[in-house]
C-alpha cells in the first residue's frame, strides 16, 4: 500500500532489529512502558529486550508486523498488530514469560499484572488488536501514522479493531479515521492513563 510516497510492506526476519530501534525511539517516554519498565532504564536496556523478545517470539512468529517506507527505501515507521484468532495480551504473555524473568527478575510480576489488567479490557468481540504503532522522529507529521493505520483498517475490512492510545495527538487521528472512545484504562499510579478506543465492525446486510 502506498499513501503520499509511503509504501507499507510486511517486515521481514531481516528488518527485526532496526524495527525494535524505531519502537525503542518512539516509546520510552510514553507513559504506558514507563509504567511497566523498571526506571531509569539506563540507555532504554530494558525496553530494547522488551521489544526484542515480543518481536522474535510474539509478533514475528503469530502476529503481523508493518513496515513503513519512504520513497528512498528508508524505514520511517512500524506497527505491530494481532489478528481476531490471536490470544490478545495475556496468553502471550506466558509464552514469554520464562525469557521476560531473565531479563526483568522480579519485576516480570508488575508487567504480567498490567498486561493481564490490559487484557481484561479487551472486548469480547472478535476483533483486530493494534499494539503499538510508531514514526520514526524524523519522519512525524508526514503521514508515517495514518499510512500504517489505513493499511491496518483496509486488511481488517468488516472486522472491528480495538487499540489503546497513549495520547491525545493519537487517539485524536484514530478518532478521524472512524474510532469511537470507549473510556480510561484503569491504573494506580500518577502517569496519563491509556484511552481505549474501537472501531466497529460492519453493520450485517440482509
Do not use: C
Not at 77 to 83: I, N, R, S
Not at 133 to 144: D, L
Amino acid at each position: 500500500m502506498s499513501n503520499t510516497g509511503i509504501t507499507v510492506t510486511a517486515a521481514t526476519s531481516s528488518q527485526h532489529a532496526e524495527v525494535v530501534e524505531v519502537l525503542v525511539e518512539a516509546f520510552y517516554k510514553d507513559p504506558g512502558f514507563v509504567r511497566v519498565i523498571p526506571q531509569p532504564d539506563e540507555n532504554n536496556d530494558l525496553l530494547r529486550a522488551l521489544f526484542g523478545l515480543q518481536i522474535e517470539l510474539q509478533y514475528g512468529k503469530d502476529g503481523i508486523i508493518d513496515l513503513a517506507t519512504n520513497e528512498q527505501g528508508d524505514i520511517v515507521g512500524v506497527a505491530l498488530w494481532d489478528a481476531p484468532d490471536a490470544n490478545h495480551g495475556a496468553v502471550d504473555q506466558v509464552k514469554l514469560l520464562p525469557r521476560l524473568i531473565k531479563i526483568f527478575g522480579l519485576h516480570t510480576a508488575k508487567i504480567l499484572l498490567r498486561e493481564f489488567s490490559s487484557a481484561r479490557m479487551h472486548p469480547r468481540f472478535p476483533h483486530w488488536y493494534l499494539y503499538t504503532i510508531a514514526a520514526t522522529a524524523q519522519s512525524r507529521g508526514t503521514g508515517v501514522g495514518s499510512a500504517l493505520l489505513a493499511h491496518g483498517i483496509q486488511r481488517a475490512g468488516e472486522e472491528a479493531i480495538y487499540l489503546e492510545a497513549t495520547s491525545t495527538r493519537s487517539a485524536q487521528l484514530y478518532h478521524r479515521l472512524g474510532f469511537v472512545p470507549l473510556g480510561y484504562v484503569p491504573d494506580n499510579d500518577d502517569l496519563p492513563s491509556e484511552f481505549a478506543m474501537w472501531k466497529p465492525p460492519a453493520m450485517p446486510t440482509l
